[in-house]
């Protein structure tokens, strides 16, 4: 972490402009967007892009709060170009982020993009406009994220480590890598016939953690745009970038979130930190073992994860034992990977 003189430099140059597009994505959350559009204001973007989903006809008062939010991002009071993208219907969180994060490629080569409740530090904007540059060309890194789940453990002496496990409450990306990426996965049969998890990890609980989540994305079980995202990095054995100290916090936890709605979840409104001078990793090496952190706290995945004894043991041995069953269904042709 660096010297309160550095992050005051790098704070006025982001206040001055930022020259990397920024594209914000807004639902029904008044309070959330007014906190993140403020901090947005200050870094003082030269392109904006507003997206919003339209309200659901069976929520009562959703109508009301979405004009609310469409009012509060109006307020745009800096030199700016906007655009806007307002949808009269609901597409849920799958349709609407994904091709509202289209949309914004097809005005811009490289962008940042903020959800509307990532609440990201003064210097995330610095930071991650920085690496869009260093990395324009270099296709091996397909993302930089705001996020760090490290718990204080320091990956390496550089500002920022690579992984393979993209982290997307606040992050940044290019026109190119998202390019690669699939709302239906049509590629998830031909990654899986060819041994693909295998190129994610050794460890076969992290396998079947990723055969287990991208197969019931792939059928409509699960009703989200992210996992899609992460298996074009693993598809295309893309890396992301994870800072250092965190950069951003999720304000969205609760009942009232679509997928987070763990109110007293560890990673909720985690501390912000700032980042001065960036210093920069000799190779893009992935951090095996911030990955396998990750992997065993956050996903709890293994047996050495969160828990212990008897009850954590048999909740595990189901896993593997439904990911044995996934994986003997899909040699088998049981499965059959075309229906959805």
């Known amino acids: 972490m660096q010297s309160e003189s550095m992050v005051t430099d790098r704070h006025e140059v982001a206040k001055a402009a930022l020259d990397s597009p920024v594209l914000f994505l807004v639902f029904n959350r008044p309070e959330t967007t007014k906190r993140v559009f403020e901090s947005i204001r200050q870094a003082r973007p030269r392109q904006l892009f507003l997206a919003a989903d339209g309200p659901r006809t069976n929520v ?46 097809e005005y811009v080569e ?9 609440l990201p530090s003064d210097t995330f904007y610095g930071f991650c406009s920085e690496l869009l540059s260093r990395y324009a060309d270099d296709e091996r890194v397909m993302m930089i994220s705001g996020d760090n789940f490290q718990d204080g453990h320091l990956r390496g002496s550089a500002s920022y480590f690579f992984s393979r496990i993209p982290h997307i409450w606040g992050w940044a990306t290019w026109r190119q890598a998202w390019s690669l990426y699939s709302l239906d996965m049509e590629l998830l049969p031909k990654f899986l016939e060819s041994g693909g998890l295998e190129s994610i990890s050794c460890d076969v609980d992290v396998q079947n953690f990723w055969l287990s989540s991208f197969i019931n994305v792939y059928q409509g079980r ?34 009232a979130s679509t997928h987070t709605k763990e109110d007293g979840n560890r990673y909720a409104c985690m501390e912000r930190m700032e980042i001065g001078n960036i210093d920069h990793p000799e190779a ?33 041995s189901r896993r593997r034992w439904k990911a044995r069953a996934l994986r003997k269904a899909f040699e088998a042709g049981t499965i059959l990977m075309e229906e959805k």
């Open 60 to 105: 009562q008062g959703e109508a009301e709060k979405c004009a609310a939010v469409r009012e509060i991002v109006s307020q745009v009071d800096w030199d700016c170009e906007v655009q806007t993208l307002f949808r009269d219907r609901n597409l849920g969180c799958k349709g609407a982020v994904s091709s509202a994060i289209d949309w914004f490629f």
């Open 222 to 255: 699960i009703n989200t745009w992210d996992y899609q995202w992460m298996f074009a990095m693993f598809a295309a054995g893309g890396v992301s970038i994870c800072p250092q100290y965190n950069l951003v916090s999720n304000l969205g936890f609760g009942k």
């Open 110 to 118: 490289a962008g940042i993009i903020l959800e509307d409740d990532c």
């Open 284 to 316: 893009i090496e992935i951090d095996e073992e911030a990955d396998a952190y990750t992997y065993r706290v956050m996903c709890d995945v293994g047996f050495h994860s969160k828990g212990s004894g008897l009850a954590r043991w048999r909740k595990l």
